[in-house]
């Protein structure tokens, strides 16, 4: 079809506006459907991910496969669903999580996290121990003592279908950059 224009500045002009086209459809369609930025807000992932923190979200991957223990995710908050909140699974659909002595337990092992080890004293308004239902995760900030998470019914446990992905990896501050 290009061939057909005789002018060639004409068809050049023609080509990039294809190929521009073409590239705001992927980023459309990438941003949509496989990846999406999200920023940290807040000190509850501490020492994990630092208020400011820039992080790459994997879309793609929560369709391909069901989230896992220690996963961390993004959902909108419930009393601002513009906001992402960004959080590690820590009970899956089934398991019963519970808190006992300043530490969680899930199906009565303790929680051997290398980067919580302080024992939770803050307040919260859910009764353990709790049956994670069906379809939903409970999730926690790393820094427990300074998270609103599944503890709280302002949160509560989180639908499988309002992730909006696994972190990927930390792209901003550019010193920190890599996996999380």
């Known amino acids: 079809m290009l061939n057909r224009i005789a002018n060639p500045h004409v068809r050049s002009l023609v080509e990039w506006l294809i190929a521009i086209g073409l590239a705001v459809l992927f980023f459309f369609f990438a941003r949509n459907f496989l990846f999406r930025v999200a920023h940290v807000d807040g000190s509850s992932m501490n020492p994990t991910l630092e208020h400011g923190d820039m992080v790459i979200l994997n879309r793609l ?14 959902f909108p908050y419930p009393n601002n669903p513009s906001e992402h909140h960004i959080k590690r699974i820590i009970g899956t659909p089934g398991d019963t999580v519970d808190l006992r002595d300043g530490f969680f337990y899930v199906n009565d092992t303790r929680l051997n996290d290398d980067f919580s080890v302080e024992r939770v004293f803050a307040v919260w308004d859910v009764a353990f121990p709790l049956t994670v239902e069906e379809d939903v995760y409970f999730v926690l900030g790393d820094n427990r003592n300074a998270s609103k998470d599944s503890r709280f019914s302002t949160v509560g446990n989180i639908h499988a279908s309002d992730m909006v992905g696994r972190v990927l990896l930390r792209v901003w501050p550019l010193g920190r950059f890599g996996n999380v």
């Open 61 to 74: 991957g929560l369709l391909l496969s069901d989230p896992r223990p220690g996963d961390i995710v993004a």
